[in-house]
RNA sequence: GCCCUCGUAGCUCAGUGGAUAGAGCGCUGGCCUCCGGAGCCAGGUGCGUAGGUUCGAUUCCUAUCGAGGGCACCA
């Protein structure tokens, strides 16, 4: 299906067709035309402002330009009427009979009701959380998890195929310095004498790890290689990992491996084309260096350096050190046109606002390769900051500093930990209050919209228990204060396809609420099973609150969140 | 210094160039015998500042002030 708003669309379109046929208005190109949802009520339910842009072009004035194309609207069943208003909206108003019709779509298409085709027959990835396998995900990772999980649920529900991807960054210094650490902790627990490496990694969760290895092996590893230790702790951390996520409903389709592209020599590959299109050098310091920074690099090794400003970049960009070891640019433009040729239709990129300006060297390489980076979408999003008590909670590598997506969930839960990460546009700096998201109380919005989908529940087991039946239910005796909750039902197709056009998942979290505000009212006036109700309005509603309660679990399950039978 | 984000109600934040700018929280006062209290109803003087584009600007452009982030032969 498509939104609603496209159909209105369409029948402006042939309206102002028509109205041009009939030389009631002159010869124009088509306006793109623009539908929206009015915010008072007395305004419809859609409302277009074509009239009055087109109004100048035509040196009309916009109530009459208005007034002509509603004259050659098209009848529509789902449109009850068209009027002008203010200044020369045109407001379209749904018909009831349409809208309860809602009732059984609806509860016929359950969990795919508004899925939209909009994209069908195109292929999304989107990658996300990528956190380097060295540390457990905290809680910028979890912002950067939920945020792209919500956005392939969105693309999914707007018609894409979506596969989730997350670059696993196995490769470089990173890796060694995992392995070295966790060689170091090993040997200290078996009383030998052995340092951190400089910049190692110094959380408690590297003594664990070497913890057990001891347990598991003894002293048998003593004299072993790094490498061993670095294996066994990225399998760890990558098991670690998954299993967080995992405690948010989040699973990837994928795992890419930053090794693999050194393995099938795909990062040297890179590096040659780059330089047949004339766009690598070798030197001790890059051309536009000061004297200064060249003083510096006298008689330092030469490195490869990447063109990135002819692109507009401040200065070219290292992409393989003097000691011969790649930066981690080369491999991550690389990845980039791996996944390029694997033809998907559109990639996002799910990134912290500190990877912002990498981005755009990784950008520029991709046009250096001769590729065209339009089809890659960055998502950036801002800090997270979490407070108790109106107070930072400092980040520490140490434990128990709730910086932890485990540590998270656990002092609040799942579908909080969603709802709040999801809840706000990804350019706010979030400041997550432990305190305020752990309060389970009737403040608190995760609670206030889960608990109208526990309500519909309650109502469907009561009816049950009093073997009462909803099937043919007549739904003309449904209400006003029903219809209105579906045209606000109906509004998520819109919602659908905003968000994952402008890959915006918050905007999912707000209509959420604004719908659970409109059921909770309802459900306080509206009663199915009251002694008062007649049997046949009784059949009737229980037969909305089905829907209602699809509509819900619908809802929530879009942002990753449980439906829960009862709280 | 340069680049990127962001300044909207007491607080936290929504708001695709359109009609009287909205929620939540907090605060105050009311409301439930039957599906339900994690509920319902009522209470509001706010778009950082200055210009510009436009029939129309919170939204776009420029400047300015303020906050955060980034400016490595790290990732």
């Known amino acids: 299906m498509k939104p609603l708003s496209h159909?209105?669309?369409?029948?402006?379109?042939?309206?102002?067709?028509?109205?041009?046929?009939?030389?009631?208005?002159?010869?124009?190109?088509?306006?793109?035309?623009?539908?929206?949802?009015p915010k008072r009520e007395g305004q419809g339910d859609y409302a277009s402002p074509v009239a009055m842009s087109l109004a100048k072009a035509l040196s009309r004035k916009p109530r009459e330009v208005a007034e002509a194309v509603v004259q050659h609207l098209p009848p529509?069943?789902?449109?009850?009427?068209?009027?002008?208003a203010g200044p020369g909206f045109i407001n379209f108003t749904l018909s009831d009979d349409f809208l309860r019709q809602q009732v059984e779509t609806i509860i016929a298409l359950g969990d795919?009701?508004?899925?939209?085709?909009?994209?069908?027959?195109?292929?999304?990835?989107?990658?996300?959380?990528?956190?380097?396998?060295?540390?457990?995900?905290?809680?910028?990772?979890?912002?950067?998890a939920v945020l792209g999980d919500a956005i392939a649920r969105v693309l999914e529900a707007a018609g894409y195929q979506v596969q989730r991807e997350y670059y696993f960054n196995n490769a470089g210094n990173q890796m060694v310095m995992l392995g070295q650490s966790v060689q170091a902790r090993y040997l200290q627990i078996l009383g030998q004498s052995a340092e951190l490496p400089e910049n190692g990694y110094q959380g408690e969760y590297i003594i664990d790890l070497a913890r057990d290895l001891v347990q598991e092996h003894g002293d048998s590893l003593r004299e072993a290689d790094w490498k061993v230790f670095k294996d066994y702790a990225e399998?760890?951390?990558?098991?670690?990992?998954?299993?967080?996520?995992?405690?948010?409903?989040i699973q990837h389709d994928a795992f890419f491996n930053e090794n693999s592209l050194f393995e099938n020599g795909e990062v040297w590959r890179t590096l040659e084309i780059l330089r047949e299109n004339g766009y690598i050098y070798s030197a001790a310091e890059w051309e536009g260096a000061s004297e200064e920074e060249k003083a510096k690099a006298a008689g330092r090794?030469?490195?490869?350096?990447?063109?990135?400003?002819?692109?507009?970049?401040?200065?070219?960009?290292?992409?393989?050190?003097?000691?011969?070891?790649?930066?981690?640019?080369?491999?991550?433009?690389?990845?980039?046109?791996?996944?390029?040729?694997?033809?998907?239709?559109?990639?996002?990129?799910?990134?912290?606002?500190?990877?912002?300006?990498?981005?755009?060297?990784?950008?520029?390489?991709?046009?250096?390769l001769g590729l065209d980076p339009s089809k890659i979408k960055v998502i950036l999003y801002q800090m997270v900051r979490i407070m108790r008590n109106g107070v930072e909670v400092r980040m520490s590598k140490r434990k128990g500093n709730f910086d932890t997506l485990d540590d998270l969930v656990e002092q609040t839960s799942a579908d909080a930990v969603r709802y709040h990460l999801l809840g706000r546009s990804p350019g706010t700096t979030i400041d997550?209050?432990?305190d305020a998201v752990v309060k389970q109380s009737n403040e608190n919005p995760v609670y206030y919209i889960q608990n109208a989908h526990v309500r519909c529940a309650g109502i469907a087991r009561e009816a049950a228990a009093r073997g009462l039946d909803d099937t043919e239910a007549d739904l003309s005796l449904l209400g006003q204060a029903e219809l209105k909750f579906l045209r606000k039902a109906l509004e998520l197709s819109e919602v659908i396809e905003l968000a994952a056009t402008e890959y915006e998942p918050h905007r999912l979290a707000y209509y959420a609420q604004e719908l659970a505000a409109l059921f909770h009212p309802l459900y306080d006036e509206v009663r199915a099973l009251h002694s008062d109700v007649e049997p046949q309005v009784a059949r009737a509603r229980l037969r909305f609150y089905r829907a209602a309660r699809l509509v819900f679990r619908r809802v929530l399950r879009l942002m990753g969140m449980s439906a829960p039978e009862r709280m």
Do not use: C
Not at 236 to 249: E, V
């Open 301 to 368: 090794a030469p490195a490869q350096w990447f063109r990135s400003t002819r692109f507009g970049d401040d200065k070219d960009r290292v992409l393989v050190k003097s000691d011969g070891v790649p930066t981690y640019t080369l491999p991550d433009i690389a990845y980039h046109r791996n996944k390029i040729e694997r033809g998907f239709d559109l990639m996002v990129n799910v990134l912290g606002a500190d990877h912002g300006q990498q981005y755009k060297v990784v950008a520029n390489g991709i046009r250096a």
């Open 7 to 37: 159909h209105i669309a369409n029948l402006l379109s042939e309206a102002l067709r028509a109205a041009q046929a009939s030389a009631v208005l002159p010869a124009f190109e088509p306006p793109t035309i623009v539908i929206e949802r």
């Open 432 to 434: 997550f209050d432990l």
């Open 235 to 249: 399998a760890r951390m990558f098991a670690w990992i998954k299993r967080s996520l995992a405690l948010i409903d």
């Open 76 to 84: 529509a069943p789902f449109i009850a009427q068209a009027e002008i």
């Open 112 to 144: 795919d009701w508004a899925k939209l085709d909009l994209f069908v027959g195109k292929r999304a990835q989107v990658e996300f959380v990528s956190a380097n396998p060295s540390g457990p995900i905290t809680v910028g990772h979890t912002r950067n």
